[in-house]
């Protein structure tokens, strides 16, 4: 059974800071890659970042260089960490992984508002 519990987010104004986490909890297999996906009001999901298991990191360009996305595999908890926010950034951002085998799990979700 695997279960991602996203936090942090919130409400904060437009050039403020928040960091999400997740949370994996999984026994019995490895993950591959953990990500981060957000969806905006009547908009499709889209991706933010992703990190492969070796610490390679991939970037939506609308983020890079503000968001940095880690994750420490002792705790199968992946984070990102979002500088300079934009009100375009506000979204439900949604937490994903892939384990080795290629089966992908979802997170419920984590409002992230930023007012102007």
């Known amino acids: 059974q695997v279960q991602l519990v996203e936090s942090g987010g919130d409400l904060v104004q437009a050039g403020g800071s928040l960091r999400l986490s997740c949370l994996a909890s999984?026994?019995?297999?490895?993950?591959?890659?953990m990500g981060w996906y957000r969806q905006a009001p009547g908009k499709q999901r889209k991706l933010v970042a992703t990190?492969?298991?070796?610490?390679?990191?991939n970037y939506a360009d609308s983020v890079k260089g503000r968001f940095t996305i880690s994750r420490d595999n002792a705790k199968n908890t992946v984070y990102l960490q979002m500088n300079s926010l934009e009100p375009e950034d506000t979204a439900v951002y949604y937490c994903?992984?892939?384990?080795?085998?290629?089966?992908?799990?979802w997170g419920q979700g984590t409002l992230v508002t930023v007012s102007s």
């Open positions: 994903n992984i892939e384990l080795f085998g290629g089966r992908l799990y």
């Open positions: 990190i492969g298991s070796g610490g390679v990191a």
């Open positions: 999984i026994t019995g297999f490895s993950i591959n890659v």
